[in-house]
């Protein structure tokens, strides 16, 4: 089925063509100026060219349908949420991902069963990312839209990866850069182990691990993710992106091991402004302060000061 859009009201804000059993797409040039979003979810698209004049869309879904292309330009609009998920053969003949760097504002992407050998580059505002079941081998490449002069933090807090074929996740470089991420789902790969770096960001809690040939981890880890990322930090030193430190977990130990007390008294070192820095950062993760039972007779002014300087930043 054609479905030709050239009568359409230009002035509509949202079309759903969904479930329409459309194959072909077509509109008059800028017709669309004030659209921001468009629905193509469940036809039999095969391609899909630029409908031209995009310049308010921001939502896009494209999932299932046989797309075995589209026109990059769509990239380009200010898109906030992408789905081009369920088209099998979308990215198949690729051996770079797609570009999604100039999409600065885009907060989700949804690429699962694309086809997909080879990471997308995605802008660093992009906060959920949903990859599974593809062919990913690697995901080095994933941060590399990042232009000049951009703080290397990005905002990422969904990484979705479940049912690829990774054999290793990327180094410490990597995840240095990702000092929001909540949730990891690697699933279903062929991984052995796991980076170091997990255990120093605070907000992680979901570490979905299952379904890999694990020989550096213990099976009763994998479940634990507290005690997990307990383990790996115990591993070697984790250095996070110049000027991000206080953005990630100390390395275990910082508090305990030689001497205490000067540890614990040079500013900026080890000992208790580590452990202080590090209940402020799951604070902020959880909504939760937890102070131990007999630990504290009130709560100490130096974790006060780490609290306030962490509202203010």
């Not at 629905?39 to 060219?49: A, G, K, Y």
């Not at 921001?58 to 589209?70: G, P």
């Not at 049912?163 to 789902?185: I, K």
């Not at 605070?202 to 383990?231: C, F, H, M, Q, W």
Request: hydrophobic share 35%; aromatic share 4%.
């Amino acid at each position: 089925r054609e479905v030709d859009l050239s009568g359409w009201p230009g002035s509509l804000r949202e079309v759903d063509l969904s479930r329409n059993a459309i194959r072909i797409l077509t509109a008059a040039p800028g017709q669309w100026r004030g659209l921001a979003r468009l629905d193509l979810r469940e036809n039999r698209l095969e391609s899909l060219e630029y409908l031209g004049g995009l310049e308010g869309l921001r939502h896009l879904d494209l999932s299932s349908n046989r797309l075995e292309e589209i026109d990059a330009a769509y990239y380009d609009c200010p898109l906030e949420h992408l789905n081009v998920s369920d088209n099998p053969r979308l990215y198949a003949g690729d051996d770079r991902g797609p570009n999604l760097g100039s999409c600065r504002t885009l907060r989700t992407a949804e690429m699962e069963r694309t086809g997909m050998k080879a990471a997308p580059a995605v802008p660093p505002a992009l906060v959920r990312l949903h990859l599974n079941n593809n062919r990913l081998r690697s995901v080095d490449d994933l941060l590399a839209a990042a232009e000049d002069g951009e703080p290397p933090e990005c905002q990422l807090r969904e990484l979705h990866l479940k049912g690829n074929a990774l054999a290793q996740l990327p180094s410490s470089a990597f995840w240095s850069r990702l000092p929001h991420l909540t949730a990891l789902d690697v699933r279903n790969n062929d991984l052995e182990t796991l980076p170091a770096a997990l255990g120093h960001i605070g907000p992680l809690r979901r570490l979905l691990l299952e379904g890999n040939p694990y020989r550096a981890i213990r099976t009763s880890l994998v479940d634990d993710v507290a005690k997990l990322k307990t383990t790996l930090r115990h591993k070697c030193e984790f250095r996070p992106a110049p000027g991000m430190e206080h953005l990630f977990l100390p390395a275990e130990g910082d508090d305990g091991d030689g001497d205490a007390g000067a540890s614990a008294s040079r500013p900026g070192g080890g000992g208790t402004e580590d452990r202080y820095r590090r209940m402020v950062l799951d604070a902020c993760a959880t909504g939760t302060l937890e102070l131990k039972p007999g630990e504290h007779a009130s709560v100490p002014p130096a974790l006060l000061e780490a609290l306030s300087r962490r509202e203010g930043e």
